[in-house]
């Protein structure tokens, strides 16, 4: 078993802990979060908007704890780091763990500089380390099912597809009480409909041109956005809507429809575990799974990915750092 620590402990840190667990293929040996307290503390807090499964505080009891990813490194033999920190920490903390000869799999979105991005790339492929940044919605079974149907033409060609993404403000731990972090995100562009933006162009590729429109928020000047991707003629017509414009207790919602040439599907994670398919008389529901299931296998494809060094080709770092190309030229107004 490859051994792993988990470097902030926050929402994404704690999914990321109970994920490994559950995988049965990494071993956990430690967490890096800047106050150890905060590790006990969290574990009992409601953190996130999102449900993704609990992680009891007797699993993570006897881990060492550092308060920095220096002296776990000094410390902690391990072959790979999950980095679930802030954006802003993003590339020093992923430089420091590729110069010191560890694997990263590297919390979305992947560094808002995208010279910093090439230069990590650069620096895995150099040192032949894994580097992957993790999207989950490349790994969620109704999106995974979604692409399946697109890819198999197994309702006709695709011609419409919009993706949504709403939920309120963020709210706990950091990103309430700390401005810069608050203010170095990205907003809801980089930090939540970067997982639209990221699973169309893995999809369906890359836009010629995005007609974006964007509104300010609490995070950003882009807290909202409303696009249409122009794919090209005889290409299906594409939008992406949502942000967290919201009151913080404004429930989390993504959501996806697509019409088909036979058939027309909606996914909501209010029912979330199951796609309506419609026809011209009929509706059916097929079942796909629980949404959370994604950061298990988002996981699973990380551990293959150091068992065998190979390079992440399913989530590469290359096109993770073109979906924040992709967010720039959302608030870039491109000519017709």
């Given at each position: 078993?490859?051994?792993?620590?988990?470097?902030?402990?926050?929402?994404?840190?704690?999914?990321?802990?109970?994920?490994?667990?559950?995988?049965?293929?990494?071993?956990?040996?430690?967490?890096?979060?800047?106050?150890?307290?905060?590790?006990?503390?969290?574990l009992?807090?409601?953190?996130?908007?999102?449900?993704?499964?609990?992680?009891?505080?007797?699993?993570?009891?006897?881990?060492?704890?550092?308060?920095?990813?220096?002296?776990?490194?000094?410390?902690?033999?391990?072959?790979?780091?999950?980095?679930?920190?802030?954006?802003?920490?993003?590339?020093?903390?992923?430089?420091?763990?590729?110069?010191?000869g560890?694997?990263?799999?590297?919390?979305?979105?992947?560094?808002l500089?995208?010279?910093?991005?090439?230069?990590?790339?650069r620096?895995?492929?150099?040192?032949?380390?894994?580097?992957?940044?993790?999207?989950?919605?490349?790994?969620?079974?109704?999106?995974?099912?979604?692409k399946?149907?697109?890819?198999?033409?197994?309702?006709?060609?695709?011609?419409?597809?919009?993706?949504?993404?709403?939920?309120?403000?963020?709210?706990?731990?950091?990103?309430?009480?700390?401005?810069?972090?608050?203010?170095?995100?990205?907003?809801?562009?980089?930090?939540?409909?970067?997982?639209?933006?990221?699973?169309?162009?893995?999809?369906?590729?890359?836009?010629?041109?995005?007609?974006?429109?964007?509104?300010?928020?609490?995070?950003?000047?882009?807290?909202?956005?409303?696009?249409?991707?122009?794919?090209?003629?005889?290409?299906?017509?594409?939008?992406?809507?949502g942000?967290?414009?919201?009151?913080?207790?404004?429930?989390?919602?993504?959501?996806?429809?697509?019409?088909?040439?036979?058939?027309?599907?909606?996914?909501?994670?209010?029912?979330?575990?199951?796609?309506?398919?419609?026809?011209?008389?009929?509706?059916?529901?097929?079942?796909?799974?629980?949404?959370?299931d994604?950061?298990?296998?988002?996981?699973?494809?990380?551990?293959?990915?150091?068992?065998?060094?190979?390079?992440?080709?399913?989530?590469?770092?290359?096109?993770?750092?073109?979906?924040?190309?992709?967010?720039?030229?959302?608030?870039?107004?491109?000519?017709?």
């Open positions: 078993m490859k051994k792993v620590a988990v470097v902030g402990f926050g929402f994404m840190g704690i999914t990321h802990a109970l994920n490994i667990f559950k995988s049965k293929r990494l071993e956990l040996k430690a967490i890096v979060e800047k106050d150890p307290q905060r590790v006990a503390l969290n009992q807090s409601n953190l996130g908007n999102i449900a993704t499964g609990d992680l009891s505080a007797d699993a993570v009891r006897n881990l060492p704890v550092y308060s920095t990813l220096e002296e776990c490194l000094d410390r902690e033999n391990v072959d790979a780091l999950h980095i679930c920190v802030h954006t802003r920490l993003h590339y020093e903390m992923a430089r420091l763990a590729l110069e010191r560890k694997h990263v799999l590297l919390e979305k979105p992947f560094t500089d995208v010279a910093e991005g090439r230069e990590l790339i620096l895995a492929r150099e040192k032949r380390l894994v580097l992957m940044v993790a999207h989950v919605v490349r790994f969620v079974p109704a999106y995974q099912q979604l399946e149907w697109v890819d198999s033409g197994t309702f006709g060609e695709l011609q419409f597809l919009h993706l949504s993404r709403f939920t309120g403000a963020p709210s706990w731990g950091q990103w309430k009480n700390d401005p810069l972090v608050r203010a170095s995100s990205g907003g809801a562009l980089f930090d939540l409909q970067i997982h639209d933006i990221d699973f169309m162009q893995s999809m369906l590729g890359e836009p010629e041109r995005i007609d974006g429109y964007v509104l300010p928020g609490d995070l950003s000047a882009h807290d909202f956005l409303s696009a249409r991707w122009y794919l090209g003629p005889r290409r299906p017509n594409c939008m992406i809507e942000g967290y414009i919201f009151h913080s207790h404004f429930p989390f919602e993504s959501r996806f429809i697509a019409r088909f040439a036979d058939a027309s599907v909606i996914y909501s994670t209010w029912d979330p575990q199951r796609i309506s398919v419609a026809v011209e008389r009929q509706l059916d529901k097929v079942d796909v799974g629980d949404p959370s994604g950061y298990l296998k988002e996981i699973l494809y990380f551990a293959d990915c150091l068992e065998k060094n190979s390079w992440p080709e399913i989530c590469s770092p290359e096109s993770s750092l073109r979906a924040i190309e992709l967010c720039y030229r959302h608030i870039h107004k491109e000519g017709a």
